[in-house]
């Protein structure tokens, strides 16, 4: 049975949601959850009959961390004041192989940082890279980096291409990933410096690149994995969001403002309902860290029980698809050519 | 009286739409308009009795430019090959102070070259920018640089600050704007290395900077100006406009569904029309490109007869704010404390 260690005092709501999340995941998947943190903060959220007979059957196993670390605190600090943290523990018993995989909606720097160190690089990637699944009217795609890495050089972004390929291919079940590289205009020649550069590397490499995606073809289908640096894939994440935010706030005020509309808004309710589905990130959850060797989930910082549940479920679907042996054992090859390039 | 000379081929409805837009600001403001282009194809639009007397009174007047700039010529092609092109001689019109003001809703690359080459940079002023008003729930705001500068050094993002302060200020009579700089968090140690050397830049200068702005904050009236790189700005501008015509669209297959969804709409058309006006970009047409010695107002590619006219209103409050000469007297001395920076 696949076991995941889940940070159990990562994120907005922990560790109430978080130990909702497990026990759900327990419930629909099969698998074993370990959490890591206070054991007795854990253990006061897990009095329900249902949670009693996990503990008991072995589905379920506390594992006490002395030290968390918090949603703001600096990642290169906690990560070297913090080796108790629930971070910290929890990737140590992916790395011992005592468990396959680590679910965390906490601090992501820290999870990032940590999971760097703790599970290591595979060989030949540079650096590990934050994707994100986003929902769309047109399905789910891949943006890659959303923030890990927000200086990136060209290389970088084409090894972000083929770590994401796999991502798409092998855990989100796309046969042939649409590549595209975020950019300012459709043209060959159009961008900047890395994103020049970048589109010449990726477009020699075996992957089905589609070409340059400007920000008004994100959400139109166009392609099921975008390449960024993390510098602008986290602001077009975040504008995403604020702009979800502010249309909810916008009709929220305006039910008020009158009886028609509110009228109107009742009316139209399940239209919102099936338009905001498109876009809830909670359905996925999460995303592992690419290029690390082990698999590592990364929560959103306000992931409810339903969101943990499904990064859990993300998490056993990665260590399902082998995903980090694929890309460890394919990505040699495809950096050939990459390799060549001088290390600038 | 104020002139403008306006490009009579430029932009996706153009000349039909420029000649109408034209029409309307010289009925609607006290200006005398010059329209470059093809005098056969400007003139066939000026057959109405008004445009006559227009034209008859001095007011409108057309000047024959031999080429047009297509939307997706090269712009450094067609800035070398297309020297009596709308864009040159409407510009050329501007140097030589036979025009106060030029506005073209053409190649913005081609409008940017030209009108840096013909007008020339301010003193100091190492990169013209291209800034944006962008509406929003909380009012306009200013993005800047949207796509002229897509790989800048921190000294440009704090150049781009003084220059967008001046015109909130001048133009968009905001009386101390607050000033922010995008990144990917709200934490001064936060950011790629060009945000985190902007802000240090930034704050020492004599401006209202008040820090960092994510993605989420943009849309929430948290600044009166949001510095950026080009290529972010134009990322996230697309976007927007992407995740509008989204919506549009599922709005409108969803009437379409069903009877309830449609009736629904109806009635709540007025809080569509009521959230569609805060973002209607049309309501301010253009903006003037910052840096360069002279007006040159870039309208939306897509502008129609009113945001062409907004656009010219938008030329001539920047001809009466004296914006131009402001920079050109206040630039030096607050650039004083970045001209120490060795120029990189």
């Not at 679910?103 to 999870?111: D, I, L, P, R």
């Not at 943006?143 to 989100?172: E, T, W, Y």
């Not at 992931?303 to 990665?318: F, Y």
């Amino acid at each position: 049975m696949i076991s995941i260690a889940v940070d159990g005092m990562g994120g907005d709501h922990a560790p109430a949601e978080i130990v909702k999340g497990a026990i759900s995941a327990i419930r629909e998947y099969s698998v074993k959850i370990i959490l890591f943190g206070s054991e007795k903060a854990l253990l006061d959220h897990c009095s329900s009959p249902e949670a009693k007979s996990f503990i008991e059957k072995g589905l379920l196993e506390i594992q006490e961390a002395p030290e968390s670390i918090g949603m703001s605190e600096s990642p290169s600090v906690a990560f070297r004041k913090k080796k108790n943290s629930s971070i910290h523990l929890g990737l140590e018993w992916v790395r011992d192989k005592k468990a396959d995989g680590f679910v965390s909606a906490g601090n992501t720097g820290a999870v990032l940082a940590v999971s760097t160190f703790i599970l290591g690089r595979i060989d030949h990637v540079e650096r590990p890279t934050l994707a994100a699944i986003i929902p769309s009217q047109f399905g789910p795609f891949i943006m890659c980096d959303v923030g890990s890495n927000v200086d990136c050089k060209p290389r970088h972004l084409a090894q972000f291409a083929i770590m994401a390929n796999h991502f798409a291919r092998l855990v989100l079940k796309i046969n042939t990933p649409r590549l595209g590289l975020l950019n300012i205009g459709e043209e060959e020649d159009k961008g900047n410096t890395a994103a020049l550069e970048a589109y010449q590397m990726i477009k020699t490499l075996p992957l089905n690149f589609v070409g340059n995606m400007e920000g008004k073809d994100i959400m139109l289908g166009k392609s099921d994995v975008i390449i960024c640096d993390g510098f602008v894939g986290n602001c077009l994440l975040k504008f995403g969001e604020g702009v979800e935010a502010m249309f909810g706030s916008f009709f929220k005020a305006e039910a008020k403002s009158s009886l028609r509309s509110l009228l109107g808004l009742l009316i139209l309710k399940p239209s919102f309902m099936k338009f905001k589905k498109n876009f809830d990130y909670a359905e996925y959850g999460g995303a592992p860290l690419l290029g690390v060797n082990g698999v590592s989930v990364v929560a959103h910082g306000k992931s409810k029980e339903r969101a943990i549940k499904n990064a859990i479920r993300m998490a056993i679907e990665t260590v399902k698809s082998d995903m980090v042996s694929e890309i460890a054992n394919n990505i040699s090859t495809t950096f050939e050519s990459l390799q060549k390039e001088p290390v600038s």
